[in-house]
């Protein structure tokens, strides 16, 4: 169970952990902050937990768990919450989670130059450069994830007037391109997450589009 004291509710602490770790960085390194941290930036979230990170390959992220561990964060393994989410290690310090991803957010649902576009306010901290996702695309990661917590700052995002055109977009460009079909399950996290908003009398209008992907999805896999 989370604590008031393991949550972070100012954007301060935020700015400040990523300052600290752009001064052990030895060389740049780009990330897109995509979580709660950005929505608690936005004042549509009042704390976090989670700060979640992606980064755009595998290098730079090991460069970034490598600067945690410098200021005393402990890597551990995924906790059961992440099971939906490609992240394969933890940065824990006082109850806090540091979230570093490489590219890939959930199975073959990746970090696309669409995405990286979106984020266009950019901050640096020394040798780290953060990018905040999109309100878009923190609606498409919390719809996947399903973490405690992700159902409410999908609904609050929902009221924030999310560009629905766009989050279609990026969704159908990621299931569409080329791999295996097991890798595009991600698309039904995305329906149950829908389903539960509607269920909360929410309207989101690419409902339909995405049960169409989600039905085609499961006929490809069950025909497999």
Known sequence: MTSSSDMISTREEVNELFQQLGQV???????LLIGGATMLE??????????????????DKELLLEAAIALGFQIVGPQKRHR???????AVKGGRNLDIFAGRISYDFSLSQAIWQRAVRSRPYGS????????????????????????????????????????????????????????????????????????NDLTIPIGDKISLLANEYNEKSAYK
């Open 25 to 31: 960085l030895n060389r740049s390194v780009e990330a």
């Open 128 to 199: 780290l450069v953060v990018r905040d996702a999109a309100l878009e695309d923190i609606f498409i990661m919390k719809l996947i994830a399903n973490r405690p917590g992700d159902a409410p700052d999908c609904s609050k995002l929902v009221i924030a007037e999310l560009d629905f055109d766009a989050v279609y977009r990026e969704i159908e460009a990621q299931y569409r391109k080329r791999g295996d079909v097991e890798q595009k399950i991600w698309i039904t996290y995305i329906e149950e997450g829908i389903a539960r908003l509607e269920d």
């Open 42 to 59: 936005l004042r549509l979230k009042d704390a976090t937990k989670d700060i979640d990170v992606v980064c755009r390959n595998e290098e």
């Open 84 to 90: 939906r989410l490609g992240v394969n290690r933890l």
